[in-house]
Protein backbone atom coordinates (compact mmCIF):
# COMPACT_ATOMS: atom_id res chain seq x y z
CA UNK A 1 0.00 0.00 0.00
CA UNK A 2 1.56 3.64 -0.36
CA UNK A 3 0.78 6.02 2.36
CA UNK A 4 1.93 10.09 1.05
CA UNK A 5 4.63 10.69 3.64
CA UNK A 6 5.88 14.34 2.32
CA UNK A 7 5.65 17.23 -0.28
CA UNK A 8 8.49 19.08 -1.55
CA UNK A 9 8.98 22.44 -1.43
CA UNK A 10 10.96 24.86 -2.55
CA UNK A 11 14.99 24.45 -3.61
CA UNK A 12 17.57 25.49 -0.06
CA UNK A 13 20.55 26.70 -0.75
CA UNK A 14 22.49 25.80 -3.95
CA UNK A 15 23.91 21.72 -3.22
CA UNK A 16 20.56 20.55 -3.98
CA UNK A 17 18.96 20.40 -0.90
CA UNK A 18 15.15 20.97 -0.62
CA UNK A 19 12.25 21.72 1.91
CA UNK A 20 9.91 19.02 2.95
CA UNK A 21 6.47 19.30 4.28
CA UNK A 22 5.62 16.41 6.45
CA UNK A 23 2.97 14.43 5.89
CA UNK A 24 3.70 11.49 8.27
CA UNK A 25 4.04 11.44 11.75
CA UNK A 26 7.45 8.61 11.47
CA UNK A 27 9.85 10.59 9.62
CA UNK A 28 12.27 9.53 11.34
CA UNK A 29 11.27 5.82 9.47
CA UNK A 30 9.99 7.25 6.55
CA UNK A 31 12.13 9.77 5.28
CA UNK A 32 16.07 8.55 6.68
CA UNK A 33 18.96 8.27 4.60
CA UNK A 34 18.61 5.30 1.71
CA UNK A 35 15.04 5.18 1.99
CA UNK A 36 13.56 4.96 -1.99
CA UNK A 37 10.47 6.52 -2.51
CA UNK A 38 8.03 7.07 -5.73
CA UNK A 39 6.74 10.18 -6.66
CA UNK A 40 3.79 12.00 -8.03
CA UNK A 41 4.16 12.75 -10.30
CA UNK A 42 5.81 9.79 -11.30
CA UNK A 43 8.29 10.78 -14.19
CA UNK A 44 10.16 12.36 -11.30
CA UNK A 45 11.03 9.24 -9.66
CA UNK A 46 11.69 7.23 -7.75
CA UNK A 47 14.06 9.09 -5.60
CA UNK A 48 16.75 8.15 -3.01
CA UNK A 49 17.32 9.78 0.52
CA UNK A 50 20.88 10.99 0.26
CA UNK A 51 21.18 13.13 3.31
CA UNK A 52 18.25 14.71 5.78
CA UNK A 53 18.73 17.45 8.48
CA UNK A 54 16.64 19.98 10.34
CA UNK A 55 17.37 23.87 9.94
CA UNK A 56 15.32 26.46 11.55
CA UNK A 57 12.26 23.93 12.43
CA UNK A 58 12.10 22.67 8.90
CA UNK A 59 13.70 19.49 7.35
CA UNK A 60 15.75 19.43 4.35
CA UNK A 61 16.36 16.28 2.43
CA UNK A 62 19.04 16.17 -0.47
CA UNK A 63 18.41 13.14 -2.60
CA UNK A 64 20.96 11.20 -4.84
CA UNK A 65 21.46 12.45 -8.35
CA UNK A 66 19.83 15.96 -7.50
CA UNK A 67 23.17 18.10 -7.21
CA UNK A 68 22.37 21.76 -7.48
CA UNK A 69 19.73 24.29 -6.88
CA UNK A 70 18.33 23.74 -10.57
CA UNK A 71 17.48 20.17 -10.36
CA UNK A 72 16.23 20.77 -6.54
CA UNK A 73 13.72 23.12 -7.62
CA UNK A 74 12.73 20.75 -10.37
CA UNK A 75 11.19 18.53 -7.84
CA UNK A 76 8.94 21.41 -6.13
CA UNK A 77 5.23 20.08 -5.65
CA UNK A 78 6.37 16.94 -6.13
CA UNK A 79 4.31 14.04 -3.51
CA UNK A 80 7.12 11.78 -1.79
CA UNK A 81 5.17 8.33 -1.50
CA UNK A 82 6.48 5.11 0.82
CA UNK A 83 5.16 1.59 0.24
CA UNK A 84 4.02 0.13 3.46
CA UNK A 85 2.72 -2.76 4.56
CA UNK A 86 -1.27 -2.81 4.63
CA UNK A 87 -1.39 -4.66 7.98
CA UNK A 88 0.79 -2.25 9.60
CA UNK A 89 -0.69 -0.24 12.11
CA UNK A 90 1.12 3.02 13.51
CA UNK A 91 2.99 2.77 17.01
CA UNK A 92 0.41 4.96 19.55
CA UNK A 93 -2.98 3.90 19.67
CA UNK A 94 -4.98 6.90 18.99
CA UNK A 95 -3.04 7.28 15.57
CA UNK A 96 -3.88 6.79 11.99
CA UNK A 97 -3.26 6.25 8.61
CA UNK A 98 -5.35 8.45 5.95
CA UNK A 99 -6.38 5.01 3.96
CA UNK A 100 -7.64 3.81 7.41
CA UNK A 101 -9.75 6.83 7.83
CA UNK A 102 -10.70 6.88 4.41
CA UNK A 103 -14.59 6.50 3.28
CA UNK A 104 -15.21 5.67 7.33
CA UNK A 105 -18.93 6.68 8.10
CA UNK A 106 -19.84 9.92 10.38
CA UNK A 107 -22.55 9.67 12.70
CA UNK A 108 -23.14 12.08 15.55
CA UNK A 109 -23.20 10.14 19.64
CA UNK A 110 -26.86 10.62 18.97
CA UNK A 111 -26.89 8.02 15.62
CA UNK A 112 -27.23 10.64 13.51
CA UNK A 113 -25.74 10.35 10.03
CA UNK A 114 -23.54 13.29 8.87
CA UNK A 115 -22.09 11.49 5.45
CA UNK A 116 -18.59 9.58 4.57
CA UNK A 117 -14.94 10.76 4.51
CA UNK A 118 -13.74 11.63 1.25
CA UNK A 119 -10.73 13.22 1.86
CA UNK A 120 -8.01 14.39 4.31
CA UNK A 121 -6.72 17.41 4.83
CA UNK A 122 -3.67 18.07 6.70
CA UNK A 123 -3.30 21.62 7.96
CA UNK A 124 -0.93 22.95 10.21
CA UNK A 125 -3.02 23.55 13.07
CA UNK A 126 -5.13 20.41 12.80
CA UNK A 127 -6.46 17.69 10.05
CA UNK A 128 -9.64 17.98 8.53
CA UNK A 129 -12.21 15.46 7.59
CA UNK A 130 -13.91 16.63 4.59
CA UNK A 131 -17.41 14.36 4.59
CA UNK A 132 -19.78 14.23 2.03
CA UNK A 133 -23.01 14.41 3.12
CA UNK A 134 -26.04 11.92 1.61
CA UNK A 135 -27.16 15.23 -0.27
CA UNK A 136 -24.09 15.72 -1.75
CA UNK A 137 -22.46 18.87 -0.06
CA UNK A 138 -19.72 18.59 1.81
CA UNK A 139 -18.86 19.45 5.95
CA UNK A 140 -15.21 19.81 7.03
CA UNK A 141 -14.88 18.50 10.55
CA UNK A 142 -11.72 19.21 12.05
CA UNK A 143 -9.91 15.77 13.62
CA UNK A 144 -9.84 16.62 17.05
CA UNK A 145 -10.34 15.04 20.15
CA UNK A 146 -13.02 17.34 21.43
CA UNK A 147 -15.24 17.10 18.49
CA UNK A 148 -14.02 13.32 16.88
CA UNK A 149 -14.90 10.87 20.13
CA UNK A 150 -14.52 7.64 18.76
CA UNK A 151 -12.91 5.87 15.84
CA UNK A 152 -14.20 2.29 15.18
CA UNK A 153 -12.47 0.67 12.14
CA UNK A 154 -14.10 -2.56 13.09
CA UNK A 155 -17.74 -1.00 12.57
CA UNK A 156 -16.20 1.86 9.66
CA UNK A 157 -17.27 4.42 11.25
CA UNK A 158 -16.33 7.85 13.23
CA UNK A 159 -18.05 9.48 15.96
CA UNK A 160 -18.33 12.52 16.67
CA UNK A 161 -19.95 15.38 18.97
CA UNK A 162 -20.17 18.54 16.59
CA UNK A 163 -20.57 21.83 18.29
CA UNK A 164 -23.70 23.80 17.38
CA UNK A 165 -23.06 25.48 13.79
CA UNK A 166 -20.84 22.58 12.22
CA UNK A 167 -22.85 20.63 10.78
CA UNK A 168 -26.15 22.67 10.91
CA UNK A 169 -27.29 26.09 10.70
CA UNK A 170 -27.58 26.53 14.63
CA UNK A 171 -24.21 28.35 15.73
CA UNK A 172 -23.99 29.83 19.35
CA UNK A 173 -23.43 33.47 19.65
CA UNK A 174 -19.76 33.96 19.89
CA UNK A 175 -19.15 37.03 22.56
CA UNK A 176 -21.68 39.33 24.68
CA UNK A 177 -21.07 42.26 22.54
CA UNK A 178 -22.40 39.99 19.22
CA UNK A 179 -25.35 39.17 22.04
CA UNK A 180 -26.15 43.00 22.23
CA UNK A 181 -26.12 43.93 18.84
CA UNK A 182 -28.30 41.64 18.23
CA UNK A 183 -30.88 42.56 20.75
Given amino acids: MQLVVARIGRAHGIKGEVT ?14 GAVLATDPAATGPLTIETGRVHSGRLLLRFEGVKDRTAAEALRNTLLIAEIDPGE ?63 DLEEQRAVITPPPGLIDDNAEIASARDAEAEG
Fill in 89 to 151: LPEEEDEYYDHQLMDLDVVTVDGIEVGRITEISHLPSQDLFIVERPDGSEVMIPFVEAIVTEI
Fill in 20 to 33: VEVRTDEPELRLAP
